[in-house]
């Protein structure tokens, strides 16, 4: 298998390119993009399209984690992803990066028809910027959050 790595690189840039534009930050001069902002779901809403052209199912876990996935739940996988969300004043590599790359390793499965069976997670509030704790999304989905601290430190009126 060959694979074209200037082609590679470019999709890389261009979809990275994309995702510094108006609609996909909350301030013109750097990546804020915090959970459950506008900003933040047309982030998730380009990426659901972009796999969804490759047939991968969409999903969202209960918090709003992104899945995407080239086979059916309960099947085995290959896990790859990052986030989107930023912190204050990120670049525009700050976690995207990370499912850009697997947006692009996607791509070249499907391209070289390897078939390799590939779920795609961008995690909801890694960066902690909206609720002040790190890494949220990955911890609820390994069951490291108890709802108990979710109703304490997210749910409260005080």
Do not use: W
């Amino acid at each position: 298998m060959k694979i074209d790595r200037e082609q590679s690189t470019k999709r890389i840039k261009d979809n990275i390119n994309e995702l510094t534009r108006a609609q996909y930050t909350l301030v013109p001069n750097a990546i804020r993009r915090y959970a459950y902002t506008d900003v933040y779901k047309n982030t998730l809403d380009y990426f659901a399209n972009q796999f969804k052209e490759l047939g991968f199912e969409i999903s969202y876990d209960p918090v709003g984690t992104f899945i995407a996935r080239n086979r059916p739940f309960g099947e085995p996988v290959f896990g790859i992803g990052s986030h989107c969300d930023s912190n204050r004043n990120g670049g525009p590599y700050d976690g995207t990066l990370g499912v850009v790359v697997a947006l692009e390793i996607c791509r070249l499965n499907a391209e070289h028809k390897t078939n390799i069976p590939l779920q795609v997670i961008s995690f909801l509030e890694e960066e902690g910027s909206a609720f002040a704790q790190m890494l949220l999304g990955s911890r609820i989905m390994v069951q490291r959050v108890e709802e108990s601290d979710l109703k304490e430190h997210f749910l409260s009126t005080d």
